[in-house]
Every structure is written in structure tokens, then in C-alpha cells.
């Protein structure tokens, strides 16, 4: 795939297999709130696709992920934590940072710093109850900052989010909504930098395109499936997946 992106040029099978990827990607999404970079960006890696593609793609979808979903839910029906202001507003400059490394790293070198940060955050989350974790409200801009370096870096915002909202006992509800409201706030920019640096070409603007439909169909199917997640299967649910995902990432980078 890296010398499809760096050609133009799209063959099927490859549209085939990242709209697979965006579809499973974004059903996570839709069904925990989070995930879909967790998801596709190990999948695009082993696959051999270019990761600055990867992550400029993942940008873009996500942003469009994170509208279908506030515009499925209706604007304002859904709960949304009062610290979302406060982690969007301390991620922007996390995101400078991110992006930093993204562009002076190799690939092995992202998979191994990401693979290793999400493996950690899983077991913790797994070994630990995050809701005993002694988190005051004032650690929204800290874990927000956290999330938009990662985000920058891999477009993988998740974990400290996730940490920090569990550790404040957010419903499956919340989860979804806040973080929502989060990818649409800090994507904004995300995507306007990656399109300033040259990274949509051709080829990724036509797979973004493809990918138009079934994220609208993912995104509905996971709504319906997170209503019926109950907290403490939720919770175990998302590290459990954070830990797998760590462990193919890091296999990635040994490889």
C-alpha cells in the first residue's frame, strides 16, 4: 500500500480492504465512544500503508465519524461531561507536539511508542480499578494534553481519555458523547494541518470518499449497541481491547 499512496494509484483490492478497516474502525467508535485509530491504525500498519497517510486518513474520518455520530444522537439529547471543555482546550497544543514526532520518526519507532503506551494503559486498567484512581477534576488539562500529543502523533486520542474517564465513573453514555464532542472540537485543526502539510493526495482523498457510507452505517449500528453495554462490562470491554491492540503494535515494531 505504501507504493499505492506514493503512486495515486487506487486498486480495488486495497479500497476494498481500508474501507474494511474505516467500516470495523468505526463501529468500535460508534459502539465505545473511542477506538477507531486504536483499531485501524495497527491494521493500516501491518498492511504496509504509509503511516503518514494512515494517520492523515484516520484525521479525516474520524472528524466525520465524530459529526454522523452527534448527528444521529441530536444535538444536546445526549449527557456530556462538564471537564470536555477543559480537555479539548489543553489538547490543541498537545497536538503541535504530536505532530512533531510524527514527522521525525520512522515506522518502527511509531508502532513501538504507540504499541507500548496503549499495552501500559490496558494493563493498568485491567490489574487496577481506574475508579479508585485519585482523579480531581483539575487533571481534565493534563490528560488532555496527553490525548493531543497521541492524537498529533497517531491520531490515537483515546487512552488518557479513557483513563481519566473512568476514573471519574463516566456511563457508556457519556463516554460516547464527550468524546464526540472532543473529535469534533480538536479534529478541526488536526485535518487542516495535515491538509496544509500535503498529506491528502489523490489516493487518500478517494478512499476517504469511499469510506463515506459505511461509516454512516457503522456509526448507527454502534449506537444501538452501546445502549446496551452495562458499566463494569463497558469498562472491561475497552482495556481488554487496548491491551490486544498494544501487544500487535509492539509485535509490529519488533517485526
Sequence with gaps: ????AASGFVSLHD???VVGIVFVAALVRSTFGFGDALVAMPLLLLAEFDHLAAVALLAATSLVTASVILAIDGSGREPVASSARILIGSALPGL??????????SVSRVSGVLGGTILVVGVLGVMADPRRWPMRSWSA???GLLA??????????????VVFGTSREWSPRVFRSTFQ???LAVGLPLVLVHGLSGRYSTTVVLQLVACLPVIGLASFLGGRLNRKFAVTSFRRSVYAMLIALGIVLLWKAGG
Design 1 to 4: 500500500m505504501t507504493e499505492m
Design 96 to 105: 503541535g507536539l504530536g505532530l512533531w514526532f510524527l514527522e521525525v520518526a
Design 141 to 143: 488539562a493534563l490528560f
Design 148 to 161: 493531543g500529543a497521541l492524537g498529533g502523533a497517531f491520531n490515537v486520542h483515546g487512552p488518557p481519555l
Design 181 to 183: 464532542v472532543y473529535f
Design 15 to 17: 479500497l476494498v480492504a
